[in-house]
């Protein structure tokens, strides 16, 4: 899986200043990931992708309830320094693999543009990190462990607590949907085959994991 991308010349006559291009990514990604992919557009990649890993990692210490085992200055370090580690590995592997399964679709995409499509994709999740510091302000830990009592800080803390977490459930279907957009753009692909793709790298970890319970269950 090594970045297989070939030195060329811009071919889009579309130009975006940094500025535009986080800005139009929310009203006209298309034209973002046509620009990006097009002029090999790499300068926030890496860091892109950190803050990527970090968001995930948080989603999943909230979903794993860390906070019943861990204190808060814990959970964030543990977040911060490994999300962003292996977030970034874990965002590369995925965009090889949606290259290999693409070129089953005749997909044009390889793997460097289309790590770069997935950064910028992450835009609106990453944007939701902000949401966490007010969740975090009203209710400390307890935002990571099973149970959290959100009406126990008054009227105030309740709408807070309801209003993020709306925000961030629109913010996470904005970026599946450009994350879909981007994918069409890059591999040149329809909506429907973009699902696939987004797919197939899924099922090609699942499927040899599912086999293997299968047989031992059968085996038993």
């Known amino acids: 899986m090594i970045l297989d991308e070939n030195i060329q ?14 800005i139009k990514i929310w009203t006209s990604p298309r034209e973002v990931f046509k620009y990006i992919n097009e002029n090999y ?12 890993g970090i968001t995930k990692s948080l989603d999943k210490a909230s979903t794993k309830n860390m906070g019943d085992d861990l204190p808060l200055i814990a959970v964030l370090a543990i977040c911060i320094l490994l999300g962003g580690l292996l977030g970034w590995m874990s965002y590369y592997i995925y ?23 997935t950064a910028h994709a992450m835009i609106p999740s990453i944007v939701a990190l902000i949401l966490l510091i007010p969740q ?20 105030l803390s309740t709408i807070v607590f309801y209003a993020t977490t ?21 591999q040149k692909f329809s909506i429907g085959k973009s699902i696939l793709n987004m797919i197939l790298p899924g099922l090609i970890i699942l499927g040899p994991i599912i086999l293997i319970v299968l047989i031992i269950q059968g085996i038993k």
């Open 166 to 186: 709306f925000l961030k459930v629109i913010l996470n279907i904005w970026t599946l949907v450009i994350f879909i957009i981007g994918i069409s753009e890059v």
């Open 9 to 22: 010349e811009p071919q889009t006559d579309i130009k975006l200043s940094d500025k535009e291009t986080f």
């Open 95 to 117: 965009a090889a693999l949606m290259s290999w399964t693409g070129k089953w679709l005749n997909g044009q995409g390889n793997t460097s543009s289309l790590l770069r499509m």
């Open 136 to 155: 975090i302000a009203l209710f400390g830990n307890d935002i990571f462990r099973s149970e959290i009592n959100i009406y126990g800080n008054g009227l």
């Open 41 to 52: 557009y790499d300068k926030y990649v890496t860091i892109l992708l950190v803050l990527a």
